[in-house]
């Protein structure tokens, strides 16, 4: 097969979780105008979805550029199992700083999945409900999440 | 520029088996995928292709020509087939959604005469898709050779 051709895979995972948008770092007039309904101090949810991307040489004995016997688990592991069914204010703690935007969760997700062995991360792409979504990809060597 | 992209869905049977590797490790390596009978997928081809539009037609490429490349080129030989056995282009390899892509590629890009093909993307899965493109510099080399 020729060379010059770039192959990725794309996985999609699913976690439930909630969040409250809230930064202490303004009043709570500019909170409330800022994050509006986002920002009701009880908290609310929403099933998210990511998509992991993923790429690399494909291994002509196995076809692939990952095997999701390897990714699976390890998404399982970084993201999944620390994230669904959780209040991601509390309980994760890089949003304990951070405000849990799903462009901060994106970028945290990003940082927990990029040390993947066997591809490169290429894009993690999280749709918090069917009518938004937000992408991170690390094309600045950027992969923290945010001060 | 502007981005075409046509869908094209069809069905097919695979499995995934190495015969270099001992019946173990292909369970272990490809786990149920490796089922000897075969399993199917309702496969969804996502074709994209690049240009700027031709100031007379406003098109890229006339879409009834990519449909019908599309239905030439990739549902004769892939729909209702099984892909170990029956698509030449996939002998000896296995038929991932990585080499599906790639193959489609390979077999697509001689015929899109107008725009230039821009990206391959084949679901097996709403859950799971490959992407091929063409490589830019410093990204990781793809195919297999």
């Not at chain 1, 699913?14 to 920002?39: D, I, M, V």
């Not at chain 1, 199992?81 to 304990?96: A, C, H, I, M, T």
């Not at chain 2, 007379?56 to 209702?80: C, S, W």
Request: charged share 30%; with cysteine.
């Amino acid at each position: 097969m020729s060379p010059g051709l770039k192959l990725s895979i794309t996985r999609r995972y699913r976690f439930a979780a909630s969040h409250r948008l809230y930064s202490p770092a303004f009043s709570e007039e500019e909170n409330k105008q800022l994050y509006g309904k986002c920002g009701n101090p009880y908290g609310h949810g929403h099933n998210y979805v990511v998509e992991v991307t993923v790429s690399g040489p494909v291994d002509p004995a196995t076809g692939m550029v990952a095997n999701l016997g390897e990714l699976d688990p390890f998404v399982e592991q970084e993201i999944i199992e620390p994230f669904d069914r959780k209040y991601l204010n509390e309980q994760v703690s890089e949003f304990r700083e951070n405000v849990p935007t799903t462009e901060n969760v994106c970028r945290e997700i990003y940082r927990r999945l990029k040390d993947f062995p066997t591809a490169r991360l290429e894009r993690v792409r999280i749709e918090e409900t069917g009518n938004n979504s937000f992408e991170f990809s690390d094309d600045s060597g950027e992969a923290q999440a945010a001060p | 520029m502007i981005r075409v992209t046509r869908r094209l869905e069809f069905s097919a049977a695979h499995f995934y088996h190495n015969p270099k590797f001992s019946a173990d490790e292909n369970r272990r390596i490809f786990g149920k995928c490796n089922n000897p009978h075969g399993h199917g997928h309702n496969y969804i081809l996502e074709v994209t292709v690049a240009g700027e539009p031709d100031p007379r037609t406003g098109m890229v490429l006339d879409l009834k020509e990519l449909k019908e490349i599309l239905q030439r080129e990739v549902a004769e030989r892939m729909d209702h087939r099984h892909l170990n056995y029956e698509v030449p282009e996939l002998a000896g390899k296995i038929p991932t959604c990585e080499n599906i892509a790639a193959v489609i590629w390979q077999l697509l890009e001689p015929k899109i005469t107008k725009g230039r093909l821009d990206r391959v993307r084949v679901y097996e899965s709403p859950d799971l898709f490959a992407d091929c493109t063409k490589e830019t510099n410093g990204a990781h080399r793809g195919a297999q050779p």
